[in-house]
């Protein structure tokens, strides 16, 4: 585990700046000119503000296009910015064939998998704070898994049940104080174990930085759980943590880059569990939807549940075991959404949403309030205003004790599908508790 010449584990100080580091140090610097703020910005280019932030990040994830054409526009740069997002996407391909005719000729152990090669997240820079550069762990037992895994269930646990916020902290620090291990000596079925479960830790804590618009926590997370898959053989694990990644990029930049994650984790497909590969088409479906190719999703949502009921839960492995029945109907039914709307047809979501909220339990009341907004928004647009009202309302007060930004994102996109039918008073109500901001700054504290 040492670093040696051609080992891609540098610490990020060291990296050389890129094309697309010039790219967000430009995009903040006229915006700066303009005398322009991030909200601002946003709302002249029509995304959230998190897209805007994300675009001034150095070592992040290239935005897209379509972002970035905006923003050129809004700040009038005359064509420059798209023409250096351009030139940041060829020195980006570049990159990436350097990596893979370095690790063509590597002989180093963990190299099995082809996730360095392919993935947009800048593999090659582990945060040396994860693997101190000094010192070793000692000898690591099966029992020091076991401590892993337990961590892992309990910061789960949290962010099932609160959201981000406090299970943001917990899990980084967890993460920070058994990731050593990996320096340590063990035997060969212990060392696999042992870098599957730091791994699965730290996707657990990319997801609750994620949650909470931690987007930098996350991406570093995200990609020290990679390279952990990467380093212990694991096709599941890789397919995994490439999954809650596109779900990250789906939201940050945009449906189209999320979908060559998918796609990227369903290489190989036939190592993975049925359950996963269910789960990787839901996905999947969820992106194409998102992009307007609506046969192709109602393909990849009737594969999902082929997947689906091949599953064997006991053979899955242990960070699957949230994808049960409840959760891919949820997942499913998410995908179907925009079918439902440009086909003005509810039937062909609805059900699955609604018997995903039914089957959401107690430990998952995050899923459940999710589905809640979903349906409601549907049916906000398409149904009974009434009635989606109703769900609206039982959204916003599941909502509270939740602290999840993600959450607080989706309720805005009720209100404002909202506005068509305030004449409703049911919901004018609903409207007047999710424009609240003394209400609803509850649900990201």
Sequence with gaps: MTRGEGDPTIEPDRRPPTVADQLAREVKRLRKEADISQRVLASMIGYSRQYVTMTEWEDSNLPSPEVIAAIDNALEANGALVALRAQADGDRQARRRTAATSLATTD???????????????????????????????????????????????????????????????ASQQLYAFAPLVRGRAASDTRQALFEAVGNLSGVAAFAAFDIADFVTADQHSRFALWCADAAGSWELRASTLAD???????????DNALSLIELAQVRSDRLSATTRAMLSALRAQFLAALGRTDETLAEVARSDDYFADSTP????????????????????????????????????????????????????????????????????????????????????????????????????????????????????????????????EVSE
């Design 108 to 170: 180093e152990p963990g190299k099995s998998l082809t996730a360095n090669v392919f993935s947009p997240f800048n593999l090659e820079s582990v945060p040396a704070e994860y693997i101190p550069e000094l010192g070793c762990a000692g000898a690591v037992a099966w029992s020091d898994v076991e401590q892993v895994k337990e961590a892992t269930r309990r910061a789960a646990t949290a962010e099932n049940l609160h959201g981000g916020g406090s299970a943001n902290t917990a």
């Design 314 to 441: 006991g053979e899955d492995p242990p960070w699957m075991c949230y994808y049960d029945e409840a959760e891919h109907l949820g997942s499913t039914g998410k995908a179907l959404i925009p079918v439902a709307l440009a086909r003005n047809q509810m039937e062909l979501a609805a059900p699955r949403i609604g018997q995903a909220i039914r089957r959401q339990g107690q430990s998952y009341p995050r899923s459940r309030t999710f589905s809640l907004i979903r349906l409601a928004t549907l049916t906000m647009r398409i149904g009974d205003p009434k009635k989606a009202a109703k769900l609206g309302m039982q959204a916003a007060t599941q909502s509270k004790p939740l602290h999840s930004q993600r959450i607080r994102d989706e309720l805005q996109v009720l209100s404002r599908a909202s506005i068509k039918h305030l004449a409703v008073p049911e919901v004018n109500g609903l409207y007047s508790v999710l424009t609240d901001d003394s209400e609803m700054s």
């Design 245 to 255: 990644m596109a779900r990250m990029t789906a939201y940050t930049s945009g449906a």
